[in-house]
């Protein structure tokens, strides 16, 4: 075992609303959870104090988007001190969503990390390549590039999750075979020490997303260098649970 704590995030994405998320908090506060594993959930900002009040407080609450200045005139935007200020303690960023359908770039979602960090929150930091990209034989080059503009911005990693999530995997059924999946988290792990530090390599937390359920998490999560996972569809239902639990 490596000593990393498994982390599970859900990333609800845009949707809920008032009842269908008590509902989900319901499950989640009657569960029984792994104390050995990490539990934050992504919510819809304006959802969010919500949330949080119906959470227990051993479960972290996540935006899943900040804007990298404090306040201003950013119309439409939403800082992490408004995150914290309403309860959140993790922060969401550049998820594959945001680059592709917002245009956000490497270095703007790098900019947005160092800013969150700076503020106190703690980061899930998202990469992950296309399936042109895999298919092209692109997939370490393109994670490379996309970690290198990280740690351009970011200099402590303590407060910062890698959450790997190829494109192609995400929202399609599709799901990455552990193989593939500890394939490409072994090539980061390799990438951190050449370019971070042996001790980075060693404790920063790298989890999978992309089409992940309660039927395939354990096996993923038996994997040496999957610390975890970004859940989105199956974030909304009661088998996230069995997918927080899958290392009990
Ligand atoms: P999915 O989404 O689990 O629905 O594939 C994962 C994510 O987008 O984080």
Redesign the pocket.
Known sequence: MSGRKFCV?G?W?MNGDQKSIAEICKVLSDAQLDPNTDVVIGCPAIYLMFARNLLPCSIGVAGQNAYKVAKGAFTGEISPAMLKDVGADWV?LG???RRAIFKESDELIAEKAEHALAEGLKVIA?IGETLEEREAGRTNEVVARQMCAYAKKIRDWTNVVV?Y?PVW????GKTATPDQAQEVHAFLRQWLTENISKEVSNTLRIQY????TAANAKELAKKPDIDGF??????LKPEFVDIVNARK
């Open positions: 995030g990333n994405k969401i998820h594959s969503e998202c959450a999530e995997a995400i929202g399609t997303g992309g089409s992940v970004l859940v989105g569809g199956a974030s």
